[in-house]
């Protein structure tokens, strides 16, 4: 494996407008993240929740929170290393294969 990536989910309390089946943004960080962890067990990576409304101080979070608003994404957002992997209803298929990209392997 290359290196520890960042993935990264943006979204809100409330659900997207377009999303109102789907799970909140919270919870799909929290199955995102178990699901990551069973697939690449023992193979680190960090995961981080933005509240768009409510960023942290870090620039880059805060302005792409910014740009989900403005722009009317769908959120969820998941971002891998910085590039867009999932909107609104992320898929796990797309986001292996983004993950096997940096040398994950499933277990």
């Not at 990536?5 to 943006?10: A, D, H, R, T, W």
């Not at 997207?16 to 909140?24: A, E, G, H, I, Y």
């Not at 768009?52 to 880059?60: K, M, V, W």
């Amino acid at each position: 494996m290359k290196k520890e990536i960042e993935i990264i989910v943006y979204g809100a309390e409330l659900l997207c407008p377009s999303c109102v089946n789907l799970p909140s943004s919270k919870e799909t960080y929290e199955w995102l993240e178990a699901a990551l962890s069973r697939k690449f067990a023992d193979q680190p990576f960090k995961i981080v929740y933005v509240d768009i409304y409510n960023p942290p101080e870090d620039t880059d979070k805060k302005e792409f929170a910014q740009r989900v608003i403005e722009e009317d994404m769908f959120y969820p957002v998941v971002l891998i290393e910085n590039e867009i992997v999932g909107e609104g209803n992320p898929k796990l298929k797309t986001i292996y294969a983004e993950m096997e990209k940096y040398g994950y392997q499933a277990v």
